[in-house]
């Protein structure tokens, strides 16, 4: 094991419906699930004795993340990707995640608790075995860290539009200040 320092690694993760994006990687969000090893494994995780290729097609829409495995599995590949450009193949992560402006206050203790439902995980990304202990999960409303730290510089009215593949995200800012019963989310997109 590897771990760094005995301290937390954080991993911020935005779970689009097309794409997973980190710091540093962009992938698609499908996720295919496979009982007996497929052909093709240029993006394969085994976890859990299950063979799923990864970004392969995008997400198809659900209004709820944790209707199925597959946010869980993108988010292993995700530390993954972020793990292995560090170099490294075990840690503690604790992951920052995002969910669409409207849907945090209502969805994000589930999700929170989808995304830590095991203290570890033991998996296998493109032939690379990882060994993640997840210390905790943190949930934020989508596209808000675009402006959180300037915040001081939005006089007047303004809008922050986060255009997703399954979603669109506005929220108001009045005088440094977001409106909370000014935000939106449709499920428009560019899907």
Known sequence: MNFTNNQPIIIGIDHGYGNCKTRNCCFRSGVASYDKEPTFKESLLVYDDKYYLVGEEHKEFLSDKIADND????????????LNIRHITSAKVHIAAGLPLTW????????KAYLM?????????????????ITGVDIFPQGFSAVADRLREFKGVNMLADIGNGTMNVMYINECRPLEKKCFTEKYGTN
Request: glycine content about 0%; aromatic content about 16%.
């Open 71 to 82: 946010y869980y599995i993108l988010t292993l590949a995700a530390v993954a990707k972020e």
């Open 104 to 111: 945090v206050s209502e969805q994000k203790e589930t999700f």
């Open 117 to 133: 439902q095991n203290e570890t995980a033991d998996f296998i990304f493109r032939n690379i075995s990882y060994h993640i202990e």
